[in-house]
């Protein structure tokens, strides 16, 4: 093996060797696993599908997450004890009066559930060490749920947003950037952080500034969504990028006070347009009377 000729203890006609054997004994007792047994699968329906298998089998049905296959315990969910325990212990040093904490609690079918865990001392020993502690554990399961579910469908809206190629973009009404995709960065150079809270103006060719200003007027008045055609984007190399975009309202108490939109890049569109353009009007320049040469009889 360590000359790169085999890949799995399998290929080895001496497979399973004794030490194999002795490792595998072990797992097998310890750990509940065989090592034999997953080269033999391996073997018979490839890695790819092993790996499958083994997401499935150690993923923790609370939480999602890996479990370890020497302990069999999730970390992931251990992270609740150490959160709990945390909590507690800031009752029981002083630094806090009472306790709260979100944390998964294992129910008689057991099934998890999340609780919210309220309490805190109410007497303590003449050592300063608690006495009595009366807290609350109320069921905030469905919320919680809720609240993870909203967070991974978040999660996921920014990893399309972060890795697509069109700018998406909010400004106020006022014409100040509220939000720039990463594109903002990725395509144009300039730098999100100094032009957050900035106007997009200096940003736009003089020349386009106008339609781009009466594009925002029309959907502040309507309320309702445009597009707007080509138009020219400063990059920070000094370069002008032609641009198109549609652009929303955003309502609050149902009055306008911003919009959001996404810009689309078509430099090279207009590139490849302007290059067929004077290729055509080169074309057409030649009357067939000029290309066409008549020949005088002898």
Request: aromatic share 10%; with cysteine.
């Amino acid at each position: 093996m360590k000359d790169g000729l085999i890949r799995f203890c399998y290929e080895c006609e001496r497979f399973p060797c004794e030490r194999l054997k002795r490792l595998d004994k072990r797992y097998s007792t310890k750990y509940g696993m065989s090592m034999i047994e997953n080269l033999n699968y391996i073997k018979q329906h490839g890695l790819d599908s092993f790996l499958s298998a083994q997401e499935k089998r150690w993923k923790c049905k609370v939480c999602g997450e890996a479990t370890c296959c020497h302990t069999h315990s999730c970390l992931s969910c251990e992270d609740d004890l150490k959160i709990s325990n945390a909590a507690l212990e800031d009752v029981f040093t002083h630094k806090t009066e009472h306790y709260c904490a979100e944390v998964r609690m294992r129910h008689k079918n057991g099934s998890w559930v999340w609780v919210l865990d309220n309490g805190k001392v109410l007497e303590w020993t003449e050592e300063g060490k608690p006495l009595i502690v009366a807290g609350t554990h109320i069921d905030i399961t469905n919320q919680k749920e809720a609240q993870l579910r909203a967070e991974k469908s978040e999660q996921n809206l920014s990893q399309i947003i972060e890795n697509s190629i069109n700018l998406i973009y909010r400004i106020d009404l006022n014409g100040n950037f509220t939000y720039l995709s990463s594109t903002w960065n990725r395509r144009m150079g300039h730098d999100i952080k100094a032009a957050l809270g900035n106007s997009f103006r200096p940003f736009i060719h003089p020349d386009d500034l106008p339609r781009v200003n009466s594009f925002f007027e029309v959907i502040k008045e309507t309320g309702q969504n445009q597009e707007l055609g080509k138009y020219r984007l400063r990059h920070k190399d000094g370069t002008w990028h032609y641009f198109e975009s549609t652009a929303s309202p955003i309502f609050e108490n149902e009055q306008v006070i911003g919009f959001s939109g996404i810009a689309r890049d078509i430099t090279e569109l207009v590139k490849t347009s302007t290059e067929l353009t004077k290729k055509t009007k080169s074309w057409s320049a030649f009357s067939p009377s000029a290309s066409i040469s008549s020949a005088s009889p002898i």
